[in-house]
Structure formats: C-alpha cells, structure tokens
C-alpha cells in the first residue's frame, strides 16, 4: 500500500482559499470530505483542516507531515519543524500601532507602556532587540479595541490593509516582521513521504514560476533581431520563427514579470510590434 502524505490546512479563512488554491494550481483534485478530513484523488495526498496556530504542533507531533501556515504562527510557536518552502501568498505583517491622536516620537515611546497582543514571543524579542522594556498583555481576539478600553496603550498584531486599525482610532507606527505563508514539514519523515514531498515541492515551484513569469510573442525586424533577443533571454534563448513577410520573424520568449514593463518599452524602441503577453499556466526549469 502507498504511504500518503498528510497535510495540515487552515480550516477557514485567506489562508485556506490560498491554500486550496494552491493545490488546484499543482493539478491536485480533492475530494469533498468531512469538515476535518479529505484526500485527494490523484496524488498520495490527505488533507487535514486545522487552526493555523495549532498547525506547527500537529506538524511538530506527526499528527500531519506538512502543513501551510503564516509565518507568524511558525515564529509563535517555536515547535521542531522545517521549513521547506516559501509560498510568497498570504502576505502580512505583524505591527505595532498606538492611538490616532497619539504623537509618536520613536521606538522609545513604547518604553513603560502595556502592549495588547496576541503574539507575545515575536513581540518579547522585538522589544529585547530595541532594548525598550515595556509589559505585554497576552490577548486573543479582538486585539485592536484594547486601547479604547484601557487594557493597552498599544496593540501590536497583524496588519494587511490596516482598514482594521483605522476603525479602532488606531495608526501603525513600526513594523516588526513581514509574514507570508510557509510550507513546514516534520523533521522525521520516511523516505517515501520524502519522495512523495519532493513531487508536491516540484509542483508547487512549477505553479510559482508560473506567475511570476509572462509569455511574450512580438513582430521583429530581421535587422533588429540581436538588439531584441538581447532584451529577451528566456529560459535558455528566445524561439525565432520567420514569418510570411520578407524582413520580419516572429521571437517567442519568456520574461519576468517585475521586469514586463520596462523591457516592453525597450522592445518597442527597438522596433517590436504586434507584442503579444499572455500567462503561463506552469512552468518547468
């Protein structure tokens, strides 16, 4: 019988549909199952649905062999794990935020204050780091309304938009740590979950060269071909195709994303028309 991998998930919420999203992109098709539980059909996958900040301790234990959780969770708390990729989706950060109408003068106003988290151990080494000795007041949920009642002087909690903070009278001062999804594994596994793992990381490194690259097709003059492929390295070296009009030749290639826009004024300087751009569904190096 096949070993399956288990993966641990957040049951609910960004990370979830991200998540799952992610799956998808891998060609992963699971099974609608029970709210805890499902499997997919056509790869050795099971599929736990768990609260992100027990994830790193079900991952730690073996309950799961891998799992997707924040960043700040596997930072929080500091269970045995390894970390085997990065995603790059679910972006935040954890921050420090006071009242509106608060003048802010520096790290050192957080000196002797009370500070309303639920992130106590990020938030101890990053007040140690800055040398500012103030009382944490370890809270969960509802983080933001401490100020307003007098539990806090401050909150220092996950920020995305910051919408949340500005509905509470609040205003993000200090950035502590920037957070996105990690793919975390326990350190213990067996030699065919290991293989089974390393075909699910080929994929998911397939599904993010995918989106961060462009496929790219354009119209260039013959005597203009070296300036332009010169713009356009690809994954080796462009693909060029002569086309029906004498003097021109059709250039397919591949480019970053960060760099679309730059290099397409460049190519339109040098000449390239009928430029062309559409997205990769995968991408294997």
Do not use: C
């Given at each position: 019988m096949q070993d399956v991998l288990k993966i641990a998930?957040?049951?609910?919420?960004?990370?979830?549909?991200k998540s799952m999203e992610l799956m998808k992109e891998c060609g992963i098709k699971i099974n609608n199952g029970g709210k805890l539980k499902s499997t997919a059909s056509n790869?050795?996958?099971?599929?736990?649905?768990?609260?992100?900040?027990?994830?790193?301790?079900?991952?730690?234990?073996?309950?799961?062999?891998?799992?997707?959780v924040g960043e700040n969770?596997?930072?929080e708390?500091?269970?045995?794990?390894?970390?085997?990729?990065r995603t790059g989706f679910s972006k935040c950060r954890l921050s420090l935020a006071i009242k509106r109408e608060e003048e802010y003068t520096g790290l050192s106003?957080?000196?002797?204050?009370?500070?309303?988290?639920?992130?106590?151990?990020?938030?101890?080494?990053?007040?140690?780091?800055?040398?500012?000795?103030?009382?944490?007041?370890?809270?969960?949920?509802s983080v933001e309304i401490a100020p307003s009642i007098g539990l806090a002087d401050a909150v220092f909690d996950i920020v995305?938009?910051?919408?949340?903070?500005?509905?509470?009278?609040?205003?993000e001062v200090e950035v502590a740590?920037?957070?996105?999804?990690?793919?975390?594994?326990?350190?213990m596994l067996s030699s065919d979950k290991k293989e089974i793992l390393q075909k699910l990381l080929f994929r998911i490194e397939a599904a993010k060269s995918a989106k961060q690259n462009k496929y790219i097709l354009l119209n260039a003059p013959n005597q203009k071909l070296d300036q332009i492929i010169?713009?356009?390295?690809?994954?080796?070296?462009?693909?060029?195709?002569?086309?029906?009009?004498?003097?021109?030749?059709?250039?397919?290639?591949?480019?970053?994303?960060?760099d679309f826009w730059d290099v397409i004024d460049q190519l339109k300087e040098k000449g390239a028309e009928g430029i062309l751009v559409c997205p990769i569904e995968k991408m294997i190096v």
């Open positions: 998930i957040q049951k609910s919420g960004r990370l979830n549909e790869f050795p996958l099971e599929i736990f649905y768990l609260r992100d900040d027990d994830i790193p301790q079900y991952v730690a234990e073996g309950v799961a062999d891998i799992g997707l969770e596997y930072l708390k500091q269970q045995p794990v390894e970390i085997v990729n106003w957080f000196s002797g204050k009370k500070i309303a988290t639920s992130y106590p151990v990020i938030l101890k080494k990053f007040l140690e780091k800055n040398d500012i000795k103030a009382t944490i007041e370890e809270i969960s949920g995305s938009t910051g919408s949340t903070l500005l509905a509470n009278g609040l205003k740590l920037r957070s996105e999804a990690l793919l975390i594994a326990n350190t010169e713009l356009l390295p690809g994954m080796k070296s462009p693909t060029v195709l002569p086309l029906a009009t004498a003097g021109w030749s059709s250039v397919h290639s591949v480019i970053k994303e960060d």
